[in-house]
């Protein structure tokens, strides 16, 4: 190969984002959101520190469309992968609402963490979206699903 070729290669690769590492299989929102852990509607009030590749981001959760059972759950965070963490990373602006579903985590002695990553359900808001925003039905006969009757925590 000449070395403009090289070099045009080299340069290419440079400028595309990779994210090879990160990749999710098509869904539909209400697949996503029916698969998930927990799907809620939540104002991130900061972008908080990011550890070992995951941010922190202090949240106000402002309803709880779906959730699993879970013990001692933190719902004054939301933990999302970096662009660092593999190239799955998550960015949500502060002071603004959105709709997220994704995964809970347990670390032994510790608070369950909500997590998310690119592959989940991130519903951008203008503004709160609870008296307006209608989640998708799932087919589940498990009791513990919610998806029907939102927990809302604070209309404001």
């Known amino acids: 190969m000449s070395r403009s070729v090289c070099f045009a290669l080299l340069v290419l690769a440079g400028i595309i984002p990779s994210d090879s590492a990160c990749s999710c299989l098509f869904q539909t ?89 690119r592959c989940s359900l991130k519903i951008f808001w203008p503004h709160h979206p609870v008296p307006i925003y209608v989640p998708p039905d799932c087919d589940t006969t498990e009791l513990e699903i919610k998806s029907d009757r939102p927990i809302v925590f604070q209309v404001k």
């Open 29 to 117: 929102i209400q697949q996503i959101f029916c698969k998930a852990d927990f799907a809620g509607a939540f104002r991130i009030e900061d972008n908080g520190p990011v550890i070992d590749g995951t941010r922190v981001y202090e949240v106000e959760m402002l309803a709880m469309y779906r959730t699993v059972s879970v013990k001692h759950l933190d719902t004054e965070k939301l933990y999302a992968p970096t662009a660092i963490g593999g190239g799955c990373g998550v960015i949500f602006r502060p002071d603004a609402y959105y709709i997220v579903s994704g995964y809970y985590y347990q670390n032994p002695g510790q608070l369950t963490q909500m997590r998310t990553s």
